[in-house]
């Protein structure tokens, strides 16, 4: 489909070797606030879900501070990640060509990324994260808000409180494994994490990884310049 | 022969006494396991006689007076009771109804001391993160250990009965002790002691059965058919127990409900989702290692880059 899935921050540096922007300082800015956010929450949070895991509350000062901190940090992410969400929504709509990419999992799993069809800037799996991610943002902060009893204790009634707590331990188990899965996947494609240090990721990796989002830059004629020196 | 209701009516004794009821006397304890205790203490209960109460509020004086709360001056909404809820400076509250016994056509007023229940399953226990912040002892008192407390109001979503309170100050937890620093040192709670009409007593749990029941004959014989004790099993009774004239629905004395236990969705957070939530987060961490271990990295080549380059040049 002609779906354009590019960003406007995107841009090819033709060199030796190709350089493609990915992500600009705000966007990069943007995603660490909420990395380091989404895992202070979940030190914080896990501390709450098991009694074996209490100690961690330690890295906070302790339980009555992990537990005031713990609600205030879940704001930050909140917003952070609406900064996100605005940024990205439209390059993970869903496409048609994303259901063959996706039938062809054993590939994908396989790393035989040749007999997949070209990806554009994400991939389905990407844009599952990124959506699975936005709703469980979304039901994290509002059972969230449930169970801030320090504010808003008269908003909801035990009960309504109960399952609030309830599906926010839930919500919280799925948005961890969707990090691990997250940051797993980072490591494994190598050359992907510096799209997030240095913004930007070799022409190569964009050939092997988003083929189609490097043809449609070049189609577009979005070079800028030389490539960045080597650092 | 009476069974002795061992409320101290007598003076305590003036000399410092030790406290009889100490760390070795816990049975459980919030996120944490104890080792069984060495000795089992006789189980105590409090007993309050809803039919003999009068309404004075004596105690909650007695309650304010010996845990040196503050209880805010409230106005008049034209009820009696007040302050309007229980609060953390707070911990018993005389809750007032005005039944209208279709039976017999006679307007009932209604009167109960709520507070704390000292559940033998505390739901408030089961649902708190932080270590030793409640604890139950063998004699069956739950006690919230205030410097253990991170004032998360989890054991507000365990408890059946909508009783713990947090404080605006402290940020902790706050309900009825049912006196554990006087019953350690052999006295009875301060409420207890303070009843002008002996509605609440105190002593062992199988002494304050045996006053109720002859209670309840009683009211039976006063036509009170319905008359009966409050123990709820669903909570595996309780270490404060009510007698009701009408036991058959306690909702009509300010919602005590008729059969409380730990609510199921507090049983499924506390249980089943712990279980879930590792085994969840342990499997996506192990299908990396795995993926890992049977793949190796997904390493660009130097192919990929020659490609990007070409692609490049052909449309730069």
Redesign the interface.
């Given at each position: 489909m002609a779906t354009t899935s590019i960003e406007k921050e995107d841009a090819i540096h033709p060199g030796k070797p190709v350089v493609v922007d990915r992500y600009n300082l705000g966007a990069r800015v943007n995603h660490w606030i909420t990395a380091i956010s989404l895992i202070l929450l979940a030190l914080s949070g896990l501390a709450f879900f098991h009694p074996s895991l209490f100690f961690l509350t330690g890295l906070f000062g302790g339980g009555q501070e992990a537990r005031a901190f713990h609600p205030w940090i879940g704001v930050l992410l909140f917003f952070s990640f609406a900064g996100l969400f605005i940024r990205f929504w439209r390059a993970n709509l869903p496409e048609r060509s994303d259901r063959e990419w996706l039938a062809h999992a054993n590939d994908v799993i396989a790393g035989n990324e040749e007999k997949l069809p070209e990806a554009g800037r994400y991939n389905p799996i990407q844009k599952f994260n990124f959506w699975a991610m936005s709703l469980l943002i979304i039901a994290l902060i509002v059972t969230g808000l449930a169970i801030w009893d320090q504010y808003f204790y008269e908003w909801t009634t035990i009960p309504q409180k109960r399952v609030a707590v309830l599906l926010h331990s839930l919500a919280a188990v799925a948005l961890i494994c969707i990090w691990i899965v997250h940051v797993y996947a980072v490591i494994w494609a190598r050359g992907t994490l510096r799209a997030m240090t240095r913004g930007s990721v070799t022409g190569g990796w964009a050939w092997r990884h988003h083929r189609r989002w490097l043809k449609e830059l070049a189609e577009r004629h979005r070079f800028k310049g030389p490539a960045a020196p080597a650092e | 022969m009476e069974p002795s209701p061992h409320t101290a009516t007598s003076n305590p004794p003036v000399s410092a006494a030790t406290s009889n009821l100490t760390e070795r006397d816990l049975v459980r304890r919030s996120?944490?396991t104890v080792p069984p205790p060495a000795r089992q203490l006789e189980p105590v209960a409090k007993l309050i006689d809803v039919s003999k109460c009068i309404g004075c509020k004596a105690c909650q004086s007695a309650c304010v007076e010996w845990n040196d709360t503050n209880p805010a001056v409230e106005t008049n909404t034209g009820i009696y009771e007040n302050p309007h809820d229980l609060t953390p400076d707070m911990f018993t509250l005389m809750r007032f109804t005005e039944w209208d016994n279709p039976q017999t056509g006679n307007l009932e007023w209604l009167i109960r001391k709520d507070g704390c229940m000292h559940c033998e399953d505390p739901g408030c226990l089961k649902a708190c993160?932080?270590?030793g912040a409640i604890v139950q002892y063998s004699n069956g008192i739950v006690d919230f250990i205030h410097e253990?407390?991170?004032?998360?109001?989890?054991c507000?979503?365990g408890c059946p009965f909508?009783i713990p309170r947090?404080s605006?100050v402290d940020?902790t937890a706050y309900k009825c002790t049912l006196c554990s620093d006087r019953v350690a040192v052999g006295q009875g709670p301060a409420c207890a002691k303070a009843c002008p009409t002996h509605a609440i007593s105190f002593g062992t749990k199988e002494d304050m059965k045996k006053l109720a029941s002859s209670r309840i004959e009683d009211l039976k014989s006063r036509g009170y058919e319905n008359a009966g004790l409050y123990d709820p099993p669903g909570v595996g009774g309780t270490h404060v127990m009510y007698v009701l004239h009408h036991n058959d629905q306690p909702e009509i004395y300010s919602g005590l409900p008729k059969d409380p236990k730990v609510?199921p969705?507090?049983n499924?957070?506390k249980g089943m989702?712990?279980y879930?939530?590792?085994a969840?987060?342990g499997?996506?961490?192990a299908a990396?290692v795995l993926?890992?271990a049977l793949?190796g990295?997904?390493?660009?080549?130097?192919?990929?880059?020659?490609?990007?380059?070409d692609?490049?040049?052909?449309?730069?």
């Open positions: - | 996120a944490s993160p932080a270590p253990n407390c991170i004032g998360c109001g989890y507000i979503k909508n947090i605006k940020h609510s969705v507090v499924a957070w989702t712990k879930i939530g590792f969840a987060m499997l996506a961490a990396g993926h890992s793949t990295p997904n390493r660009v080549t130097r192919e990929d880059e020659e490609k990007a380059e692609l490049v040049k052909e449309k730069a």
